[in-house]
């Protein structure tokens, strides 16, 4: 059986089950939750469900996220690492944009330092590539905090196996947090396997496809109800057989969810039932995927109403 922590960095050990804090925020992304004190509450029963990592974002609300959880936990038990990132500006429900400038970069991170309340932040992750900007120039700027003692420890998101390399050649890379799960595969075996033989962390973002594979489809209601699990837990178990080195973030403001969740690890999946589950995919009229792809953002709720309206009259 896989090892039920991973040491971060080599020296920041948690369970391989985090909390994706983009949850904490309005439709979107954008705002507060719709119960911000009801949010607050999630988070300290996260805390006291074993969850150590909390992953979050300057530009989750944009700074919703993080306030609301240095509100809730600050200050922060023992053994709870605050993942953050920066080089990215929201703009509207949806509406992200890469700003990998330097000084951007250090100005991202002095207010993520001032809303978490912290003196120095555990992981501060580059949120992705800006395409107008260098990569090492971007990540030259990381090494400098780092140097400086604002940040413990570099990570990247949204990379390729040879962005990691380029930025390694600068400063100590210690996580990658690129999109994964049962339903958005894409050629990321490739990243996978290489921070599995670096010992770099691998954070799949939106491990449950944004609740699409909680809902239960036809393989995985097969498998969830052969082990007497639910549909979630099914798909988390999945990736933390992926590899050791899989340390997936679900985000839920739903306490029933974030017990299975948190339970996850727990499930040892057979062989039988991973041959079954790497056959799986993901059916494609997924009204959430759709609507990110086809619908203006400003209609988008509208629209996921609409076709889940439809889908039940199927």
Known sequence: MASATFAIGGDLSVRRLGYGAMALTGLGGWGEPPDPAAARRLLRQAVDLGVQLIDTADSYGPDVSEDLIARALHPYADGVVIATKGGSVRTAPWELHADGRPEHLRAACEGSLRRLRLDRIDLYQLHGVDGAVPLEESVAALAELRESGKIRHVGLSNVSV????????????????????LAARRSEDAVIDYCERERIAYLPW????????????????????????????????????????????????????????????????????LAELDRYR?????????????????????????????????
Do not use: C
């Open 282 to 314: 993901l059916p494609t009229l997924d009204a959430r995927s759709l609507a990110r792809r086809f619908v203006p953002p400003r209609l988008r709720r509208t629209a996921l109403s609409a076709m889940r309206l439809l889908g039940s009259r199927r």
């Open 162 to 181: 040879e962005q990691i390399e380029t930025a390694r050649r600068i400063v100590p890379i210690v996580s990658v947090q690129n999109q994964y799960s």
């Open 206 to 273: 939106q491990p449950l496809a944004k609740g699409s594979l909680a809902r239960l489809q036809s393989t995985l209601r097969a498998v969830a109800a052969r082990r007497g699990v639910t549909a979630a837990q099914v798909a988390l178990a999945w990736l933390l057989a992926r590899s050791e080195v899989v340390i997936p973030i679900p985000g839920t403001l739903s306490p029933t969810h974030l017990d299975e969740n948190v339970a996850a690890p727990s499930l040892e999946l057979t062989d039988a039932d």
